[in-house]
Structures are given as structure tokens and as C-alpha cells.
């Protein structure tokens, strides 16, 4: 099961040239690591995310944006907040690859965010992936779920990405969980 949204092919091509533009200022090429991957992970984010708010602005959720972040991680911010109950609780997306949803049926989470920066950690994730503009949402953790898995995750060292990640099996991404959130969060 999985919540679906398509986001327009222009975006598409406007995503890849302002990720292009994001990896070029921010040096990632000359720190010698893939700037190629980097550019296809912007892209997959900010297209999950432009769906993500699609979704939300459908059912008429009050939330706020992040939108394409350019800097370092420290000023990055939650992907979305929203209201739940009069409180404003943090969403972040995890926009994982074919490979890891079909084959490997897991989630890569970043090591240093687990280790050095937990109070950055949003109060849910939704894991999610997309394919030439179409993006599907499969489930939810909430954070003190996903630190209690990342705690006796396995620490893997990606030699495409070129950097480590502790891995957590798909299966605790609850779809009944998101549909219950989602119904939760205020509406404007």
C-alpha cells in the first residue's frame, strides 16, 4: 500500500539544474566524492517533497516548507512541519532507491545524524521513492521509533553515496501509521 502523487516533468529538469548548481557551490566534486550520485539524490529528495506538499495542499493540511535547501546540514531545518493537535511536530521524507525497496526492503538513515546531531532529527519520517516524476509513500517511524532502530542497525559504509549509513528494515515504516497521522494533522 502506498500513497501516490506525480509531479510534473518540468520540475523534473528544474530540480536536476538547481541540484547541478547545488553540488557546483557547495563543492562537492572537489571534496572527491560522487557528484553525479549527489545530484540524482537532490533530485529524488526535492521531488518526493514537491509531491509530499501536493498531498498535503490536497487535503487542505496547514503545513510549512523547507523547499530546496542550499548550504551546509546546520541550517537545513525539518523537511515539513505540521500541526498536530495545536502543536507543531517535524516530517522528514527518506527517499530510498529501487534497490533498497525492492531488493534489500531497507532504509539507509546517515550515520553522523544518528551519532553527532539526534536533536536534528524530525519527530516522524516517511519513507518514500520516486521514479520519473511519480513518487510513492509507504509508511512512518516516529523518531523515538527510529532511534531505538538505529541504535541496533547494522553501520554500513556506501561506496556509491561515499559516506556511512546504519540500515532499518522497511517493514518499520507503518502505512497504517502514516494514513493515522495524516488524519491527525489540522487542517487550515
Known amino acids: 500500500m502506498a500513497i501516490e502523487c506525480t509531479v510534473p516533468k518540468e520540475l523534473l529538469e528544474i530540480f536536476r539544474k538547481q541540484a547541478e548548481q547545488k553540488i ?11 557528484a553525479e ?13 514537491e509531491a509530499f506538499k501536493q ?14 535547501y542550499f548550504g551546509d546540514s546546520q541550517g537545513a531545518g525539518a523537511d515539513f512541519t505540521v500541526k498536530i493537535d495545536g502543536k507543531e ?6 527517499s530510498i532507491a529501487p534497490d533498497s525497496l525492492e531488493k534489500w ?7 553522523d545524524r544518528f551519532r553527532l546531531e539526534q536533536d536534528k532529527i524530525a519527530d516522524h519520517h516517511i ?14 517511524i516516529s523518531k523515538e521509533e527510529l532511534l531505538k532502530e538505529l541504535e541496533i542497525s547494522r553501520r554500513l559504509y556506501s561506496r ?18 502514516l494514513e493515522k497521522l495524516l488524519e491527525k494533522m489540522e487542517r487550515v
Not at 519513507?127 to 512512518?140: A, L
Not at 556511512?164 to 502505512?175: A, G, M, Q
Open 127 to 140: 519513507v518514500c521513492n520516486h521514479k520519473d516524476g511519480f513518487s510513492r509513500f509507504f509508511g512512518i
Open 160 to 177: 556509491k553515496n561515499q559516506e556511512y549509513f546504519r540500515v532499518i528494515p522497511l517493514e518499520k515504516f507503518r502505512f497504517d501509521e
Open 105 to 111: 526492503k531497507s532504509v539507509a538513515y546517515p550515520d
Open 89 to 94: 511536530v517535524t516530517v522528514g521524507l527518506r
Open 24 to 34: 557546483t557551490v557547495e563543492g562537492w566534486a572537489k571534496q572527491g566524492r560522487n
Open 55 to 68: 498531498i498535503l495542499i490536497s487535503k487542505g493540511i496547514w503545513f510549512r516548507y523547507r523547499g530546496m
Open 37 to 49: 550520485v549527489k545530484i540524482d539524490n537532490f533530485v529524488h529528495c526535492w521531488v518526493t517533497e
